[in-house]
């Protein structure tokens, strides 16, 4: 598609530098920005002007909706722009980190996204059971969790990505591959696909990769990772970015309350009460101080 003399279109795959953009007539044309920096995310609607072959350069950009990313001090890995739907895959076997998971969410809740928590490999009875009784201080907060069994039916988790642009993120050895070989046939061939055309080669696990989906809708696969920080966010957006706490903090006797030793506190007191995950204060404070923001 043409616009004011430009081409428009989609990015379905982000490497460093290095964008695919498909076309509404589903043309891959291997894009890169003007200027040094990687200013583009996967699901980033683009102009670019043809540079020859299958080739292009990236003009700009439309305003997001959304922009899902982590952030080291001086560094930002953008994830992916205009998402609606954050779906964090865990399982029992390996042990994932709650601190991370916790870490993800605090990152959409910034954006203002919607999450959900997707524990795989149910088929783990022990496992299984173990990992949600860890994710229940999430159920808690609000946070829907949905229990499946990759390998074997994943009609559940279509139902919750059908009309959504919704990210996977994870650690590593979770499963995410086989949900996302489940949820798009030939996925395995569009990766190296898109690999080539990257030319990515070993480095094809650090690409970002949006997949459309037959039913409708569009997930996003991020690869495995094992941290996520949090340095875009100031100290009230991260305790914003915990739902509970947020809904009790105003009944506090002091409004500078840290929820930490203060008289008064009613986040302690729902602690205290049972009403409210202790976990979660501890996860928020750790994090806070792992950040900087005590």
């Known amino acids: 598609m043409s616009v004011g003399g430009q081409d428009a279109g989609i990015v379905v795959a982000a490497h460093g530098r290095h964008y695919l953009v498909e076309t509404e007539d589903a043309a891959l044309v291997r894009c890169v920005p003007r200027g040094k920096k990687s200013v583009l995310a996967c699901g980033d ?26 952030a080291a001090p001086h560094r930002q890995k953008l994830i992916a722009a205009n ?18 998971v916790c870490r993800i969410l605090l990152a959409t809740e910034s954006q203002g996204i919607k999450a959900l928590l997707v524990l795989n490999k149910a088929d783990l009875e022990s496992a299984t059971l173990a990992a949600a009784l860890r994710l229940r201080q999430f159920e808690m907060a609000g946070y829907p969790v949905l229990a499946i069994s990759a390998k074997s039916d994943v009609r559940p988790l279509e139902e ?13 050895g979770m499963g995410k591959s086989t949900i996302v070989n489940a949820l798009v046939p030939g996925a395995d061939v569009r990766t190296q ?18 997949f459309r989906l037959a039913g409708g809708g569009a997930i996003v696969d991020s690869p495995g990772l094992q941290e996520f920080g949090l340095a875009h966010l100031t100290r009230a957006q ?30 302690r007191a729902a602690v205290e ?21 005590r």
Request: aromatic residues 6%; glycine residues 10%; hydrophobic residues 40%.
């Open 45 to 70: 609607r683009v102009r670019f002007a043809a540079a020859g072959g299958d080739t292009g350069v990236v003009e700009g950009f439309a305003p997001r909706s959304s922009l899902f990313l982590r």
């Open 83 to 100: 998402a609606t739907q954050i779906a964090i895959v865990v399982a029992g076997e390996p042990s994932f980190s709650d601190e991370l």
């Open 160 to 172: 919750r990505l059908r009309n959504e642009t919704t990210v996977l993120i994870g650690q590593s």
């Open 193 to 210: 696909e898109i690999s080539t055309f990257l030319d990515a080669g070993r480095h094809t696990t650090s690409a970002t990769r949006l």
């Open 238 to 267: 991260i305790e914003n970015g915990f739902p509970e706490l947020r809904a009790l903090a105003g009944h506090c006797r002091f409004n500078d309350c840290r929820h930490d030793s203060e008289p008064g506190c009613a986040v």
């Open 273 to 293: 009460a049972g009403r409210l995950a202790s976990r979660r204060l501890a996860l928020m404070h750790r994090i806070l101080e792992a950040e900087g923001r």
